[in-house]
């Protein structure tokens, strides 16, 4: 009877034992915990959740949790929007005079403070003239700010105050893209600045007038750092003199202004067939001037924006390494590459195109390519590369190793990217520019042509890429790779 005792009570600690073993290998850190909380769109308890560890967290750590919480309440804010919609309209100030309005407002009014003792934050209910709004009046970013100035999470914090301004106050959201621009010259978020600009002229938001240089500024900078991106597509010149603008396609259209000659136009919308004018047919174009013009113009008198003849105003950027692959110290290898181990040099190659010249991989099945830099990789990054898949199974266009081990490998094949595990469909078959950034070496952010497309990326540990340092145009012997690179930079 006692052995069989002894013996439950041996098993019971064992089994104690190995939970508290498993708890403490696959419980999350806290701060994981309270993002995951944020990306859940579980705001309020990100919050609370965040203000306890800022009070013992250090000054590096604690910028990331401030940053969270200017994120988190924001979220909350659009939230609460949302929960509150028809009550937000009740208490619209054209409705100030009504008692709906004074219920709706009182009953948002209390929930706010309910809310804000709990968080310790200051969400307030706002007046407008259609429906009101709840807004954060901005008690945890001047927190943030006054300690970080210069932190880099700022730009993300005050874009994200841009995009919510669109809805409720569009006629300050032009101004404010501006601002953002002048303070943020290199942002990322350059293309979803041109996407907003676009929109604006879509709607004929007032808040145009008197941008227009600034706004030009931007969209010549978004045109020159992609190239290839379908929104460039959509810039023209006027080439005539006082051309005609009408309210639809046709010359039977009502004329409601004239463009002048080298007006920046951009593309709203296009007629679906075209039309015969005099000697001339070509389709009708609605378009927008950065004047604030809107109409439909004959096709005739517009051409692409020719770009070269357009001085950018934008900062100079600044990298580390910025290998344009002009020099090769033979016919297979660009200075400051070494071959991988076990590679055939015979692999990579280069072509002069229009006075660059383009690094290649043409490597079969069984065959290894690829080159490799030597270089200090610390764990905050961006690395940036222009390149095109051209046949095969697939290639790593580039690959960024730091000093752990870990890997953040950009791979491109038939119809998709390949991030670290990641896939993003894609037409790799078309020049396009891979962005990978990172703030601290555990998670990284994919953009292409500027564009965010996935976020929180682990690094992985890979048995082809174990030495730290950079990597590119790499094949291994399970596949046939084709493919080329312009330009690899990374700071």
Same mark, same amino acid.
């Given at each position: 009877?006692?052995?069989?005792?002894?013996?439950?009570?041996?098993?019971?600690?064992?089994?104690?034992?190995?939970?508290v073993?498993?708890?403490?290998?696959?419980?999350? /850190?806290?701060?994981?915990?309270?993002?995951?909380?944020?990306?859940?769109?579980?705001?309020?308890?990100?919050?609370?959740?965040?203000?306890h560890?800022?009070?013992?967290?250090?000054?590096?750590?604690?910028?990331?949790?401030?940053y969270?919480?200017?994120?988190?309440?924001?979220?909350?804010?659009?939230?609460?929007?949302?929960?509150?919609?028809?009550?937000?309209?009740?208490?619209?100030?054209?409705?100030?005079?009504?008692?709906?309005?004074?219920?709706?407002?009182?009953?948002?009014?209390?929930?706010?403070?309910?809310?804000?003792?709990?968080?310790e934050?200051?969400?307030?209910?706002?007046?407008?003239?259609?429906?009101?709004?709840?807004?954060?009046?901005?008690?945890?970013?001047?927190?943030f700010?006054?300690?970080?100035?210069?932190?880099?999470?700022?730009?993300?914090?005050?874009?994200?105050?841009?995009?919510?301004?669109?809805a409720?106050e569009?006629?300050?959201?032009?101004?404010?893209?501006?601002?953002?621009h002048?303070?943020?010259?290199?942002?990322?978020?350059?293309?979803?600045?041109?996407r907003?600009?676009? /929109?604006a002229?879509q709607?004929?938001?007032?808040?145009?007038?008197?941008?227009?240089?600034?706004?030009?500024?931007?969209?010549?900078?978004?045109?020159?750092?992609?190239?290839?991106?379908?929104?460039?597509?959509?810039?023209?010149?006027?080439?005539?003199?006082?051309?005609?603008?009408?309210?639809?396609?046709?010359?039977?259209?009502?004329?409601?202004?004239?463009?002048?000659?080298?007006?920046?136009?951009?593309?709203?919308?296009?007629?679906?067939?075209?039309?015969?004018?005099?000697?001339?047919?070509?389709?009708?174009?609605?378009?927008?001037?950065?004047?604030?013009?809107?109409?439909?113009?004959?096709?005739?008198?517009?051409?692409?924006?020719?770009?070269?003849?357009?001085?950018?105003?934008?900062?100079?950027?600044?990298?580390?390494?910025?290998?344009?692959?002009?020099?090769?110290?033979?016919?297979?290898?660009?200075?400051?590459?070494?071959?991988?181990?076990?590679?055939?040099?015979?692999?990579?190659?280069?072509?002069?195109?229009?006075?660059?010249?383009?690094?290649?991989?043409?490597?079969?099945?069984?065959?290894?390519?690829?080159?490799?830099?030597?270089?200090?990789?610390?764990?905050?990054?961006?690395i940036?590369?222009?390149?095109?898949?051209?046949?095969?199974?697939?290639?790593?266009?580039?690959?960024?190793?730091?000093?752990?081990?870990?890997?953040?490998?950009?791979?491109?094949?038939?119809?998709?990217?390949?991030?670290?595990?990641?896939?993003?469909?894609?037409?790799?078959?078309?020049?396009?520019?891979?962005?990978?950034?990172?703030?601290?070496?555990?998670?990284?952010?994919?953009?292409?042509?500027?564009?965010?497309?996935?976020?929180?990326?682990?690094?992985?540990?890979?048995?082809?890429?174990?030495r730290?340092?950079?990597?590119?145009l790499?094949?291994?012997?399970?596949?046939?790779?084709?493919?080329?690179?312009?330009?690899?930079?990374?700071?």
């Amino acid at each position: 009877m006692r052995k069989g005792i002894i013996i439950a009570i041996a098993a019971g600690a064992a089994g104690l034992a190995i939970a508290v073993i498993i708890t403490i290998l696959f419980s999350k /850190d806290p701060i994981e915990k309270a993002i995951d909380a944020y990306e859940h769109g579980n705001y309020r308890r990100a919050i609370k959740m965040l203000n306890h560890l800022l009070k013992t967290a250090d000054y590096e750590t604690a910028e990331k949790l401030h940053y969270y919480r200017c994120r988190a309440i924001n979220g909350l804010a659009r939230q609460l929007e949302e929960k509150f919609s028809d009550e937000l309209g009740e208490a619209a100030q054209e409705k100030r005079h009504t008692e709906g309005f004074r219920n709706a407002k009182h009953e948002i009014e209390e929930y706010l403070a309910d809310c804000n003792e709990e968080i310790e934050g200051d969400l307030a209910f706002v007046p407008a003239m259609k429906k009101s709004r709840i807004i954060p009046r901005g008690k945890f970013y001047d927190e943030f700010v006054s300690r970080y100035r210069g932190s880099a999470y700022i730009q993300d914090i005050q874009f994200e105050q841009i995009e919510a301004m669109g809805a409720a106050e569009p006629d300050r959201l032009i101004p404010a893209i501006v601002s953002f621009h002048r303070a943020f010259p290199r942002s990322d978020y350059l293309a979803r600045m041109v996407r907003i600009i676009f /929109d604006a002229l879509q709607r004929g938001d007032s808040g145009m007038k008197g941008n227009e240089e600034a706004v030009w500024e931007i969209i010549l900078a978004y045109a020159k750092r992609y190239p290839t991106s379908p929104e460039r597509g959509r810039i023209f010149t006027c080439t005539g003199d006082k051309v005609n603008l009408r309210n639809s396609p046709g010359t039977e259209g009502k004329l409601v202004g004239k463009v002048d000659r080298d007006a920046i136009c951009i593309q709203l919308e296009k007629s679906m067939d075209t039309t015969q004018v005099g000697d001339v047919r070509d389709y009708w174009y609605r378009i927008a001037t950065l004047k604030g013009q809107r109409g439909w113009i004959f096709g005739k008198f517009l051409a692409p924006a020719d770009f070269s003849k357009y001085r950018e105003a934008e900062a100079t950027e600044s990298w580390s390494i910025e290998d344009r692959f002009a020099e090769w110290i033979d016919s297979h290898t660009p200075a400051n590459w070494t071959h991988l181990p076990d590679a055939d040099p015979a692999g990579i190659s280069f072509s002069a195109v229009g006075g660059k010249k383009i690094a290649s991989v043409s490597s079969r099945r069984g065959s290894i390519a690829g080159l490799f830099m030597r270089s200090n990789t610390p764990r905050a990054f961006a690395i940036t590369a222009r390149g095109r898949f051209a046949g095969g199974d697939g290639l790593t266009l580039f690959a960024y190793v730091i000093g752990n081990g870990t890997a953040y490998v950009l791979k491109i094949r038939p119809g998709a990217v390949d991030v670290s595990g990641r896939t993003v469909p894609m037409n790799t078959g078309a020049w396009h520019d891979y962005e990978l950034s990172s703030e601290d070496g555990r998670y990284a952010t994919l953009r292409i042509d500027g564009e965010a497309v996935s976020s929180r990326i682990e690094g992985v540990k890979s048995p082809q890429f174990q030495r730290s340092g950079i990597y590119c145009l790499c094949s291994t012997k399970d596949e046939s790779s084709q493919g080329e690179i312009e330009y690899l930079k990374i700071r």
